[in-house]
């Protein structure tokens, strides 16, 4: 008999769960975007402060552990932070020592250290639900920022898929496969499909992850994007201005011919007058 499974991996805040996905599930799926880790090394050399909002499981506070850096990261999921703290944990002594690893919301935090760099990774502001949530997650990578400090997050770009996409080009009753991943040591099939609605542009991914047996676990993505207007007219109301902006990840070989130039909005941003 299949299992369905998934369940909410935290408490509704605010009466909404932020995410309903299984963390282990998530993390053997959801590994990054080609290329993101070195751009987030690169905007953090010579940084001895970084806080991480949204951290996941580690994947970018373990890439950017260095002797004598501060990092701070802070997670809303308790099974993520779990995973989080256990790939710190593996990490050498020196290199784990200066990691603080935390339950926190990003739309309603203040805690008593500013940072050089804040970063906000892997479309993690597509999360913030509506723009009361995103003014209060920006205003809070705002007050983190120490004077002269950057902040940094990448999202994908939606405008011309807002614009041009149908909805029949995103049925919401079929699940695509997508790929086969590992968990705990089980083989899983993934299929996927997405819920989505122009208005309030919203795109709900559901992945269905079906093992040989049959067992069936389900983990959704609910998010918000974004059209890269409405971003940095938000970026304004926080008080930031962009630094840097790329439509992409500079990869270390050159960009495959089928890629496309602006799949980002790759910002680098600072508070205004600074
Ligand atoms: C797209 S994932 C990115 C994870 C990680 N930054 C990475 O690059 O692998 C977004 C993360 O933000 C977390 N999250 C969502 N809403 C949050 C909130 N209000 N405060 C803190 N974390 C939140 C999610 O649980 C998830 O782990």
Redesign the pocket.
């Known amino acids: 008999m299949a299992r369905l499974g998934g369940g909410l991996?935290y408490p509704p805040?605010d009466g909404r769960p932020?995410?309903s996905?299984p963390?282990s599930f998530?993390s053997a799926l959801?590994?990054?975007t080609p290329g993101?880790l070195d751009h987030y090394r690169r905007v953090c050399e010579g940084a001895s402060s970084i806080l991480?909002?949204?951290?996941?499981?580690?994947?970018?506070v373990t890439a950017l552990a260095a002797s004598g850096r501060t990092i701070v990261g802070?997670?809303?999921?308790p099974q993520?932070l779990a995973l989080a703290r256990a790939a710190v944990e593996t990490l050498a002594p020196s290199l784990r020592a200066g990691i603080t690893l935390c339950h926190?919301?990003?739309?309603?935090?203040s805690l008593p250290q500013r940072f050089e760099r804040v970063?906000?990774?892997?479309?993690?502001l597509?999360?913030?639900l509506d723009d009361a949530?995103l003014d209060a997650?920006l205003r809070t990578v705002t007050h983190h920022l120490a004077p002269g400090g950057r902040a940094a997050f990448d999202v994908y770009r939606a405008d011309e898929f807002h614009a041009t996409a149908e909805p029949e080009d995103v049925p919401a009753d079929a699940h695509t496969p997508l790929t086969r991943v590992e968990v705990d040591g089980v083989p899983y099939e993934v299929l996927e499909r997405s819920r989505w609605d122009r208005d309030h542009q919203r795109i709900d991914v559901e992945y269905l992850y079906v093992s040989e047996q049959g067992d069936a676990v389900v983990g959704t993505?609910e998010q918000r994007y974004l059209l890269e207007p409405q971003l940095h007219a938000a970026l304004a109301r926080a008080g930031l201005r962009v630094v840097e902006q790329h439509g992409g990840f500079v990869a270390p070989e050159p960009r495959r011919e089928d890629e496309d130039e602006d799949e980002l909005l790759v910002l680098v941003v600072a508070r205004v007058g600074e």
């Open positions: 991996a805040v932020a995410m996905y963390a998530y959801h590994r990054g993101d991480e909002l949204g951290c996941g499981y580690g994947r970018v802070v997670e809303l999921d993520m926190g919301d990003m739309r309603d935090l970063l906000v990774p892997f479309g993690g597509y999360c913030m949530e997650a993505i």
